[in-house]
């Protein structure tokens, strides 16, 4: 006779698993969302600069060090952003970059209502040496209130998309064949 191991009945995902889709799809879609503003700015379309002003807050500066420097953080909030994401869509038992995008709407706006507290923090906006873009980024004119919201919608689309929970599949225990029977069909 077999011992019969345990079954599991956890069909969630991991915390690692969900920490590795995290920390590759949080960096990805920060990346992502990065090139989609610097095409912008650099089409003429933009002038959010997101890398920038996270940088120019721990550097005190307005150079290409500050931007490193922020695009660095961007990553790293990306990173973190994404295990919420994961925790979210896992439990909600949604996936794809559908639901990924719905909650880049709710991600840009709380942060579009919390973007002016949080940046009357920033020391060189303080100084005014640069200025509050307000909630949404409002203060640097319609368009970038909705490039704010599409950068967080593409950052959530891209998360959606690379963070998918990862079914924990019960094991069955070890067990012998079973007989097989003969068809009841045509028996007498």
């Known amino acids: 006779m ?22 590759a799809g949080g960096s990805a879609a ?39 420097a922020g695009f660095g953080v961007h990553l790293s909030f990306g990173v973190l952003f994404a295990l919420l994401y994961g925790a979210i869509l896992q ?10 995008a719905a909650l880049g709407v709710v991600h840009a706006l709380v942060s579009g209502f919390s973007l002016p507290i949080v940046l009357g923090l920033h020391p060189l906006i303080v100084s005014g ?6 909630f949404f980024a409002r203060n640097l004119g319609l368009r970038e209130v909705a490039v704010f919201l599409l950068a967080h919608i593409v950052y959530g689309a891209v ?11 019960p094991v069955e225990p070890d067990t012998e064949p079973l007989p097989r029977r003969r068809p009841l069909v045509g028996r007498r």
């Not at 990065?34 to 095409?39: D, E, K, Q």
């Not at 002038?47 to 931007?67: F, P």
């Not at 439990?91 to 990924?100: I, L, N, T």
């Open 129 to 134: 040496v640069l200025a509050n873009p307000g």
């Open 2 to 23: 077999h011992s019969a191991a345990p079954r599991r009945t956890d069909t969630g995902t991991s915390p690692l698993v969900l920490l590795r889709g995290a920390v």
């Open 30 to 68: 920060a990346a992502v969302t990065t090139a989609f503003l610097l095409l912008l700015r650099a089409i003429g379309l933009s002038s959010l600069n997101l890398e920038l002003l996270l940088g120019s807050a721990l550097t005190r500066s307005v150079d290409g060090a500050a931007w490193l």
């Open 159 to 169: 998360v959606g998309a690379l963070v998918r929970p990862r079914r924990i599949l």
């Open 91 to 100: 439990a909600a038992r949604r996936q794809g970059a559908v639901a990924g």
